[in-house]
C-alpha cells in the first residue's frame, strides 16, 4: 500500500501492556518514529528506531521493527491513565528523494482504570 | 518548548475569507514543514521549505492556499476564500540537522492553528 497503516483504536486497563502496530510503505526508510499526541496540542516525539535495528528498549517503551514486512509497534508496559494520547507512527520515505515524514492515521489509546 | 511558536492559535471565520497563519521558529533548523491535520487523522503534508526556498508544493491542496517564507525566517500559510472543508488544525514543524550534527530527522512541531470556517 501507499499509505503508513495504523489501527485506529486501542482500550486498555491501566497496568496493562499496550501494543500500537504500524505497516509503513518504504523499505529504505532510514529512521521510523513513534510521535505522541495530547488532546489540544501539538505532536511531540515519543521514541524511534534505526533500521538497522530489530528493537529498541526506552524505559517503559519498547518499540519493534520487521523490516522485512515493514511492520513497526510501539509496546508500552504497565500503562497509565496519563499515556491516553494518539500515537503516530511515522517514516521518511526515500523514494522519490524529496525525504518527507509522511505520518499514519494514528491509534487513539485509551487507558481505563 | 519544541522552537516553534504559532499565531493564531485558533481563528473562526466566515466562508469565503482569507486567513493567515504564522509560524515562528525559535530554535536553529534546516527545514520548515506546513501539514494539515484533520479530525481522525494524521498530519497530511503540504509543503515545506528549506532556509527561504519553498521546495515542494504540488501537495497544497488548491490554488487557494500558498505559503511564504521571506527571508528563512518565519513563515505564513495563507488560505483565500476560504471554505468549511478548510476547517482544520494547521501544523508547522521544524526539522534539525547538518552534516555536522545529523540527527535522526524528528520533527518538532508547533501546536498548531486551529481554522473553524462558518
Known amino acids: 500500500g501507499e499509505d503508513v497503516e495504523q489501527s485506529l483504536f486501542l482500550s486498555v486497563r491501566e497496568g496493562d501492556s499496550s501494543v500500537i502496530n504500524c505497516t509503513y510503505t518504504?523499505?529504505?526508510?532510514?529512521?521510523l518514529y513513534w510521535y505522541k499526541q495530547e488532546p489540544g496540542a501539538g505532536l511531540q516525539l515519543l521514541t524511534y528506531i534505526f533500521s538497522n535495528m530489530d528493537m529498541k528498549q526506552d524505559q517503559r517503551l519498547t518499540v519493534l521493527l520487521n523490516k522485512k514486512d515493514k511492520h513497526l509497534s510501539l509496546r508500552i508496559a504497565d500503562t497509565q491513565t496519563g499515556d491516553s494520547a494518539i500515537y503516530f507512527c511515522?517514516?521518511?520515505?526515500?523514494?522519490?528523494?524529496?525525504?518527507?515524514?509522511?505520518f499514519g492515521r494514528g491509534t487513539s489509546l485509551i487507558v481505563h482504570p | 518548548d519544541t522552537g516553534v511558536s504559532q499565531d493564531p492559535r485558533h481563528k473562526i471565520t466566515k466562508r469565503g475569507q482569507n486567513v493567515t497563519f504564522r509560524c515562528d521558529p525559535i530554535?536553529?533548523?534546516?527545514?520548515l514543514y506546513w501539514y494539515r491535520q484533520t479530525l481522525g487523522q494524521g498530519p497530511e503534508f503540504l509543503t515545506y521549505?528549506?532556509?527561504?526556498?519553498?521546495?515542494?508544493k504540488s501537495r497544497l491542496l488548491s490554488d487557494r492556499f500558498s505559503a511564504e517564507r521571506p527571508k528563512g525566517s518565519f513563515s505564513t500559510l495563507e488560505i483565500q476564500r476560504t471554505e468549511q472543508g478548510d476547517s482544520a488544525m494547521y501544523l508547522c514543524a521544524i526539522q534539525r540537522h547538518s552534516r555536522q550534527t545529523p540527527g535522526t530527522g524528528e520533527l518538532f512541531f508547533g501546536e498548531g492553528s486551529r481554522l473553524t470556517v462558518l
Open positions: 521549505f528549506q532556509n527561504e526556498a519553498q521546495l515542494e
Open positions: 511515522a517514516e521518511i520515505p526515500l523514494l522519490g528523494g524529496s525525504y518527507i515524514p509522511t
Open positions: 530554535s536553529e533548523h534546516n527545514r
Open positions: 518504504d523499505s529504505s526508510s532510514t529512521y
